[in-house]
Structures are given as structure tokens and as C-alpha cells.
């Protein structure tokens, strides 16, 4: 049990340490989207129509892959302030509550993001031609990638391990 806990550990810490560099190239190239966005009509004269639909696939997929590794590295949006001034087993009681929570909204997402998807993949984005479902991949792929990672610190939980311990041993692994 132990070295199948420490396997899961390691690949979702590849899986977790890959979604932040496609996060920050993302967020790179969307900078320099729309810094040529800029320069293009105001110095050119000339504005790129594609540069406003590629900056919003790319901060999709950026927000949403940070938001995936928020979840796993424990520093997305929570209210801990009861967590904290509950005796410690009701703290692991409403964690695993909490934990429970996130993994049915990533689900969620992912089912909804799919029906999205199909429903509209034979239309077409403008100037990307690309099709129109495309844009809820993100919302798929970071739904699954929330999911996959409140499971990861459910388990964690559930085997009575501390979360902020086990990414630690992972880092250290990587």
C-alpha cells in the first residue's frame, strides 16, 4: 500500500509539475499575444483579428490548469477559519468533506464540459477555424485535473497522512 501511495504521489507530481509549466508558457504567450495585439495597432495600423480569440484560448487553459495544481498544492480558495478552531478530528471530518466536495465539482465539470464540447464541435471559432467545442477542452482537462488531485488528497486523508508532508516528499522525489 505504502509504495503504490508513494507511486500515485510521483506521478501526479510529474502530472501536477507539468500543468504549471503549460500554466506559465501559457500565460507567456498570451502576454506576447497581446503585446503584439498592442504594437500591431498602434504603431502597424494594422490589428490581428486572431490575436483576441487565441488570447482567450490561452487564458483558459492557463486559469484552469493553475487551478488544478491550486487544488493539489492546497492553496486554492478555501474557508479554513472553522477548520482551524475545531478539535482535530472534526477538522479531518469536514476536510474530507471539503475534499469531497471539489472532487464532485471537477466530475461535474468534466461531464458538463464534455456535453458542451459535442454540442457545439461542428461549429467553427472565426479566424482560428478551429471547431467550436474546442473551447471547453480547458474546462475538461482542468475538471478531470481537480478531480484527479482532490482524489490524490482524499486518499491522503483517508490513510491519515498530512497533505502539506506528502507534496513535500514529493518534491523531494522529483
Do not use: C, K
Amino acid at each position: 500500500m505504502a509504495s503504490a501511495l508513494t507511486l500515485m504521489r510521483r506521478i501526479l507530481g510529474v502530472l501536477s509539475t507539468g500543468a504549471l509549466w503549460l500554466a506559465g508558457i501559457g500565460m507567456l504567450a498570451m502576454t506576447v499575444t497581446v503585446g503584439w495585439q498592442v504594437f500591431a495597432r498602434y504603431v502597424l495600423n494594422d490589428t490581428p483579428s486572431w490575436a483576441e480569440p487565441l488570447t482567450l484560448q490561452l487564458m483558459g487553459w492557463f486559469i484552469l490548469l493553475g487551478a488544478a495544481v491550486g487544488v493539489r498544492e492546497s492553496f486554492h480558495l478555501g474557508l479554513d477559519l472553522l477548520q482551524h478552531t475545531l478539535p482535530p478530528a472534526l477538522a479531518r471530518v469536514l476536510e474530507v468533506v471539503n475534499l469531497l466536495l471539489i472532487l464532485g465539482f471537477g466530475g461535474a465539470m468534466v461531464w458538463y464540459s464534455v456535453q458542451l464540447a459535442i454540442g457545439t464541435w461542428t461549429a467553427t471559432i472565426p479566424v482560428l477555424d478551429l471547431p467550436g467545442g474546442f473551447d471547453f477542452i480547458p474546462l475538461v482537462v482542468g475538471g478531470a485535473l481537480i478531480a484527479l488531485f482532490a482524489a490524490e488528497r482524499l486518499v491522503e486523508q483517508v490513510a491519515g497522512l498530512e497533505h502539506e508532508a506528502a507534496v513535500e516528499g514529493v518534491r523531494e522525489l522529483a
